[in-house]
């Protein structure tokens, strides 16, 4: 019984060989075949990309690690403020790997409306001090909230008067646009000023905005385009690095 199985199944692959044959045919000029074919490719091994947080740690990788890396060249892409990619060129396979990035650890800040309180905290800690800076904070302290109510009684009729908003103790201009510098790039590079607007809402809750339309970004950008300029001087002359802005 176990040879006439195994007959059997021999036959059964015989026939099943016979009508996998690949046949071809050219239909206009095109060769088509009777069964998919798919290329086998040899293993390749290609490198994983490494994220650091700041401009010094991609220079230190590529000036240890180009030669191991095997690319005649490396390609540094200054993408935002807080945002730097290194590439390799295209290799055999019209393939680039991206080996390198960072992004800055920094805290920024977030333009809107917040209480005085908060707004000199952060006056304090993620903006460079500066006469924006302390100008800002002494008119915060010259702040007051007003919030009464007075009334008058004749004995035949009462009035109610209401007052309630902010206000500052004495009177002077208030500045319409103050130049500050917040922390929100790289810590290698000299932080961009540019201008805020200070709005104060009835509610007593300071608001700082931003004025310059993002010009600061390009600022940053270049800024960090040259710092690798400076940093990877050599490797740059050689044609090995290429910096991007």
Same mark, same amino acid.
């Given at each position: 019984m176990s040879e006439f199985t195994a007959a059997t199944i021999d036959k059964i692959v015989e026939i099943y060989d016979e009508r996998r044959e690949i046949e071809t045919t050219k239909i206009d000029g095109h060769t088509y075949t009777t069964e998919s074919l798919h290329r086998i490719e #040899?293993?390749?091994y290609r490198p994983?990309?490494?994220?650091?947080?700041g401009l010094d740690s991609i220079c230190k990788l590529i000036c240890n690690e180009f030669e191991e890396i095997g690319a005649p060249?490396?390609?540094v892409r200054v993408k935002a403020h807080n945002d730097v990619d290194v590439f390799t060129p295209f290799n055999d396979h019209m393939e680039r790997d991206s080996i390198?990035? #960072?992004? #800055?650890? =920094?805290? /920024?800040? @977030?333009e809107g409306f917040r209480s005085p309180e908060k707004a000199a905290i952060e006056l304090r800690s993620l903006f460079l001090? /500066?006469?924006g800076v302390n100008y800002l904070l002494g008119l915060l302290s010259r702040m007051t909230k007003d919030?009464? #109510?007075t009334t008058e009684d004749n004995g035949v009729t009462q009035s109610i008067t209401v007052k309630a908003g902010v206000s500052l103790k004495g009177k002077e201009q208030i500045e319409p646009r103050v130049a500050l510098t917040p922390f929100r790039t790289f810590l290698? =590079? @000299?932080q961009p000023a540019s201008e805020y607007i200070l709005r104060v809402n009835d509610d007593g809750a300071v608001g700082l905005f931003e004025a310059d339309g993002g010009v600061w970004k390009l600022e940053a950008k270049k800024l960090i385009a040259d710092y690798f300029e400076r940093?990877?001087?050599g490797l740059i002359e050689n044609g090995a690095v290429v910096v991007m802005r």
């Open positions: #040899a293993p390749r994983g990309c490494t994220d650091v947080y060249r490396l390609y390198y990035r #960072a992004r #800055a650890d =920094v805290p /920024g800040f @977030n001090p /500066g006469e919030d009464s #109510a290698e =590079v @000299n940093e990877l001087f």
